[in-house]
């Protein structure tokens, strides 16, 4: 089975703090996302990356970036985070031209 | 641009009673569809998907769903539902199924009556 594992389910971070969110996949996979989730909003693409050293910003990159130093691992990092990101974080991954799995999911609270 | 509209926020099934979920699209060549579940405090798990050949895709859980091109739709349907079927459902459309990401619309959430 395909494993995307996000090491930190709950998270309270303090407004300005820098925060990573890290994300792993067992399956070299080419592709990896991160989405953020919020109620009545459904699923947003934040950032993806199709290689490694690669990313590509979706469609609310404001206030984040990412790195991808190795094929398995996608970080996705709040320079300076802010309550308006406190929200649910998805990381998914998948091989082009197939199904994208997702793991499950890192709750984040900015206080 | 891609888009996916959901126009049930909520639907309400007794338990056992058929389940039919409306999705409708709207994206420039043919589309990759997923139907995906997600039950409280859970990340997403893919129920079932369509890229090409029969319009009639069987998924996982007894679900099913039919894409129609004419229409724009692809409808995830259950014939008769179960408690455990009680989450939150997201279609969603991409290109060559993740090369870029996928648009997702912004949800069903199923509540099942006793």
């Known amino acids: 089975d395909v494993k995307v594992t996000q090491s930190s389910r709950y998270l309270v971070k303090r407004t300005g703090e820098k925060v990573f969110l890290e994300c792993v996949q067992d399956m070299d996979h080419e592709n990896m996302f991160w989405y953020r989730q919020d109620p009545g909003l459904g699923l947003r693409l934040i950032y993806f990356?199709?290689?490694?050293?690669?990313?590509e910003k979706g469609d609310i990159p404001e206030g984040y970036s990412v790195s991808r130093e190795k094929k398995e691992r996608f970080s996705l990092i709040l320079e300076s985070a802010s309550t308006n990101q406190t929200s649910m974080y998805l990381c998914?991954?998948?091989?082009?031209?197939?199904?994208?799995?997702f793991g499950e999911g890192s709750w984040l609270t900015v206080v | 641009a891609q888009s996916v509209t959901q126009p049930d926020i909520h639907i309400t099934v007794s338990e056992g009673a058929s389940l039919e979920l409306r999705c409708n699209y709207s994206y420039g060549a043919t589309p990759y569809l997923f139907w995906y579940v997600q039950s409280p405090g859970q990340g997403l798990q893919l129920l079932l998907k369509y890229f090409s050949g029969d319009t009639l895709v069987q998924g996982i859980k007894g679900f099913e769903a039919e894409f129609k091109r004419s229409q724009s739709s692809f409808n995830l349907r259950k014939p008769s539902v179960h408690w455990s079927d009680a989450a939150e459902y997201f279609c969603?459309?991409?290109?060559?199924?993740?090369?870029?990401?996928?648009?997702f619309g912004k949800g069903t959430h199923l509540i099942i009556q006793p």
């Open positions: 990356s199709y290689d490694v050293k690669m990313k």
């Open positions: 998914a991954s998948s091989q082009t031209r197939n199904t994208i799995y």
């Open positions: 969603a459309v991409g290109e060559g199924g993740g090369a870029d990401g996928l648009t």
